[in-house]
C-alpha cells in the first residue's frame, strides 16, 4: 500500500530555475494538500485542491502553482526559485468530510534548496 | 496571536517519566483535533485524534476543553523511542478541511 508518494526526495536548484514537485497517492482521496516547513517552525499550507479540476490558495501560495487533473495526482510548480524557496515540502490527502475528524496523510517530503 | 500554540520545549525526560504537552487554539469554531508525532527529518504521523470526552491509546491520553481551547497530550511510562517533536493539530473552523498546525514541543526521553 503506497500511500502518498512524493518525487524527488532531495533537489538543488539555481537561483531563477523552475521545477514541478510530483504528489500522488492511491487511497482515492478527494482532497489534497501541499505543505512546506521551514527548519523548526510548523507547516504551512501552499495550496490545496478539494478535488480534481478544483484548486486554492493557502497560506503562503506566492511563487507556487499547482493543478489537480485526476484524483491522484497533485504536482507543485516553481516556477522561479528563490532562495527564500528553500525547504522541506510535504504533500497530504484525505477525504475532507466536514464535522468528521479526518487526519491527512503525509508523503516523506522533498527536501529543497536553492542556491 | 498565532492560531495554534505551543511550547516549544525541548522536555528532557527520563525513560519512565510522565510528561504533559499543553496547546492553545484560537478559533472556537473548530471542530477536529489531533495529535501528530514527527521524527527529525521525516514526515508528520498521525499519533491519535482527540476526541471531546477525552481518549486513550495505550500510554497515550488526549484530552480537550473546548471553553478554554485548550488541548493536552499526557505520556506516562516514556520510552526512548517516544523522542519526537509533539505537533498540535486543528482544523480551521466550522466546516473547515484545512488543518493548522502549531510548531511542535520537542521531547527528549533519556537513558
Known amino acids: 500500500n503506497a500511500g502518498v508518494t512524493q518525487t524527488p526526495k532531495f533537489r538543488i536548484l539555481k537561483i531563477g530555475q523552475s521545477m514541478t514537485l510530483q504528489c500522488t497517492q492511491d487511497?482515492?482521496?478527494?482532497?489534497m494538500y501541499w505543505y512546506r516547513q521551514d527548519p523548526g517552525m510548523g507547516l504551512k499550507l501552499i495550496y490545496y485542491?478539494?478535488?480534481?479540476?478544483?484548486?486554492d490558495k493557502g497560506e503562503v501560495p506566492n511563487g507556487y502553482n499547482v493543478s489537480r487533473s485526476t484524483t491522484e495526482d497533485f504536482p507543485l510548480r516553481l516556477e522561479l526559485a528563490a532562495p527564500s524557496q528553500t525547504s522541506v515540502y510535504f504533500c497530504?490527502?484525505?477525504?475532507?468530510?466536514?464535522?468528521?475528524?479526518?487526519?491527512?496523510?503525509f508523503g516523506d517530503g522533498t527536501r529543497l534548496s536553492i542556491l | 496571536r498565532k492560531e495554534v500554540e505551543q511550547d516549544p520545549g525541548p522536555f528532557n525526560v527520563p525513560e519512565g517519566a510522565t510528561v504533559a504537552f499543553n496547546c492553545t487554539y484560537s478559533?472556537?469554531?473548530?471542530?477536529?483535533f489531533f495529535w501528530y508525532r514527527q521524527d527529525c527529518r521525516k514526515e508528520p504521523k498521525l499519533l491519535m485524534s482527540?476526541?471531546?470526552s477525552g481518549n486513550e491509546d495505550g500510554r497515550f491520553t488526549a484530552q480537550l476543553n473546548r471553553a478554554s481551547q485548550y488541548i493536552s497530550l499526557l505520556i506516562r511510562d516514556s520510552k526512548l523511542s517516544d523522542s519526537a517533536t509533539y505537533l498540535c493539530?486543528?482544523?480551521?473552523?466550522?466546516?473547515?478541511?484545512?488543518?493548522?498546525f502549531g510548531s511542535g514541543t520537542r521531547l527528549l526521553v533519556r537513558p
Open positions: 497530504a490527502s484525505n477525504n475532507g468530510i466536514a464535522y468528521s475528524n479526518q487526519p491527512q496523510h
Open positions: 487511497m482515492n482521496h478527494n482532497y
Open positions: 485542491s478539494v478535488g480534481a479540476g478544483i484548486t
Open positions: 478559533n472556537s469554531a473548530s471542530q477536529s
Open positions: 482527540v476526541y471531546s
Open positions: 493539530v486543528v482544523n480551521g473552523g466550522d466546516s473547515s478541511y484545512k488543518l493548522i
